[in-house]
């Protein structure tokens, strides 16, 4: 008995030592995959929602990738195992690459829009909060996953994009934002006095407390950016904290109406008057007399 088990550990001994050291080049490797998938991961550098989300979304990442590697050389580990042992594996991995290759072929959108995805989540091209246009889409984003995003527009409506279907996106909440406003003037407003008065008001808003902490620059005056015998048109124009733009350019018109008013400047009232079954040069004519 102590001779054939002597035997039998003999014949054992070699085997276990390869199983034991395919177990641990498998465990090495795990280790080095975790290790690596943790470099996706983006600490938030600041306490705010977005940061927070931002280093969720790459935890999320990251343990995507390190179970998908994971399982990858746990069944690399186990062929090899099996092989040791000389059982034939090339059917099961004949098997195994066509039904993947069948899969692929069947899922093909599904795979670009998870590498869509990964490369959203990666490159930190917008999180959830963020303002977008995708298209001729614009809105929040609520909800991001690998596969699809999903935005809220101006109308309240969810729309749900695959992430594969996404080209080119426009963030609209990095950095600052930008508006330009247009001040459409009678002919005969003087341009210095009005130029003054547009700069009054602009002072007046960045030294508004309420309103400074919104803005990046200005508001500052262009110049006059068209003129004609009707009308002429003076632009200012403003930086704001990102999707401030909009409140921040009401308040600014409301400022320099306030202001035009009190400085009894006029502001251009002429309508255009588009006559059917008239010749230009006759319209031409015509808008003038119906403008006074």
Do not use: C
Request: hydrophobic content about 45%; cysteine-free; proline content about 4%.
């Amino acid at each position: 008995m102590p001779t054939s088990f002597n035997h039998w550990l003999d014949l054992a001994f070699p085997y276990a030592l390869k199983l034991l050291g395919i177990f641990v080049v498998a465990l090495v490797l795990n280790r080095l995959l975790r290790g690596v998938t943790n470099l996706v991961i983006k600490r938030a550098s600041a306490p705010n929602r977005p940061a927070q989300l931002r280093e969720q979304q790459t935890r999320t990442l990251a343990g995507i990738l390190y179970s998908t590697g994971s399982k990858i050389v746990w069944i690399v580990a186990l062929l090899t195992a099996l092989s040791e042992f000389h059982i034939n594996i090339t059917a099961a991995v004949t098997l195994a690459g066509l039904a993947s290759l069948a899969v692929g072929f069947g899922a093909q959108t599904l795979v670009q829009d998870l590498i869509m995805g990964f490369y959203i989540v990666l490159e930190d091209q917008y999180v959830v909060g963020d303002t977008v246009q995708i298209a001729e889409n614009i809105g929040r984003v609520e909800h991001l996953t690998l596969r699809r995003t999903v935005i809220r527009d101006p109308r309240g409506a969810l729309i749900t994009i695959a992430n594969g279907e996404i080209r080119t996106v426009s963030n609209l909440s990095r950095d600052w934002s930008q508006a330009f406003v247009d001040v459409s003037l009678a002919p005969e407003s003087p341009i210095e006095r009005t130029l003054q008065a547009l700069e009054t008001a602009a002072a007046g808003l960045r030294g508004d407390p309420a309103w400074s902490q919104t803005l990046v620059d200005g508001p500052r005056i262009l110049g006059v950016q068209s003129l004609d015998r009707t009308s002429s048109t003076v632009r200012l124009q403003v930086r704001t904290a990102p999707t401030r733009q909009d409140e921040v350019a009401r308040e600014l018109r409301r400022r320099i109406q306030i202001e035009l008013q009190k400085q009894g400047i006029p502001i251009s009232i002429v309508q255009r008057i588009e006559l059917a079954g008239v010749s230009r040069s006759a319209q031409e004519a015509i808008q003038p007399d119906a403008a006074s």
